[in-house]
């Protein structure tokens, strides 16, 4: 069973969630990616010994201007712009190169060879006996997230029970990369405008993946009718309630989990980890 745990917009308590939900969860050993490779930071709640820490590259052309004619085919050929021809002089873009190789294939002289670009690393973390994190790092000034949260998700064990992702907020590639292939997906919210705008974008991403999805609203207890109304509209399964609590804030400022530091927490997590394993079954069975 794969978990991903996603935000139309950051700072709704996505990775609180996330991580929390792994310590309730059951069956057990359980990994947990985080796949927020531009600004992890689950591993500041889940601590472990390193098991295994890799550079992750992606190829990009380079060309051999000796051999090169300067007739333009690669850089005609490229979708993404990311080689101009000056003459003979074939300037390479990296940052805008998607790794495709057709550049190579179509070059009549032969010229482009592929050489690595390291674009970040993947470290994997034992946590517990029966928790694993395997987390990646974009490098700075690497733009392209994609590639780091495919080698952070090819990296888990495929065959293990439960795995939960941690996704980056949003709804761009990355978004769409880390939640591919999940069996369920929970969207995290909290009852603002901001938080509802961007869950209705969260929401088109999934229903478009076609992966069932319910939705927990963080900080609650404010009073903002619409978020509510809008669930019930679209039909979208209220997962639970995470309600608005100083004690949730300080015990995430101090890098503790909420079912071991607020009151009454745990058994709320653990009942929103049973109501979204329910969802996955459900829909599987529909
Ligand atoms: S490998 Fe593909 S994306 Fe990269 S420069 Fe060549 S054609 Fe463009
Ligand atoms: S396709 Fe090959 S020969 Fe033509 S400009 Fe590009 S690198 Fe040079």
Do not use: W
């Not at 796949?35 to 709640?45: A, I, K, R, S, T």
């Not at 939960?164 to 880390?178: A, F, K, L, N, W």
């Amino acid at each position: 069973m794969v978990i991903a745990v996603a935000s139309g917009k950051g700072g709704t308590g996505k990775t609180t969630l996330a991580v929390n939900l792994a310590f309730v969860a059951n069956p057990r050993p359980v990994q947990v990616l985080d796949c927020d490779v531009e600004e992890p930071n689950v591993h500041l709640f889940l601590k472990g010994q390193t098991l295994e820490s890799k550079t992750v590259s992606v190829t990009i052309p380079s060309v051999d201007e000796e051999k090169c004619s300067g007739c333009e085919e690669c850089s005609n050929f490229c979708q993404f712009k990311a080689l101009v021809v000056i003459g003979k002089t074939v300037l390479v873009f990296p940052e805008l190169c998607h790794s495709c190789g057709g550049c190579r294939l179509i070059c009549p002289e032969k010229t482009i060879d592929e050489v690595p670009r390291p674009i970040g690393k993947v470290e994997t973390l034992q946590v517990q006996n029966d928790l694993l994190l395997i987390y990646g790092t974009l490098s700075i000034g690497v733009a392209m997230a994609t590639p780091l949260i495919r080698e952070v998700k090819n990296s888990r064990d495929h065959g293990a029970p439960l795995t939960v992702i941690d996704c980056p907020p949003g709804t761009s590639c990355p978004v769409i990369e880390s939640i591919k292939g999940a069996d369920v997906v929970l969207l995290v919210t909290e009852p603002t405008p901001f938080g509802l705008h961007d869950l209705t974008l969260a929401v088109d991403t999934v229903r478009v993946l076609g992966i069932p999805f319910g939705v927990v609203i963080n900080r609650a207890g404010q009073n903002y009718p619409s978020l509510y109304e809008y669930l019930e509209k679209e039909k979208i399964p209220l997962i639970g309630e995470i309600p608005l609590n100083r004690a949730v804030a300080q015990a995430y400022a101090r890098g503790d989990l909420i079912i071991n530091s607020v009151s009454g927490y745990r058994a709320k997590i653990e009942e929103i980890f049973s109501r979204l394993i329910d969802l996955a079954e459900k829909s599987k069975r529909v």
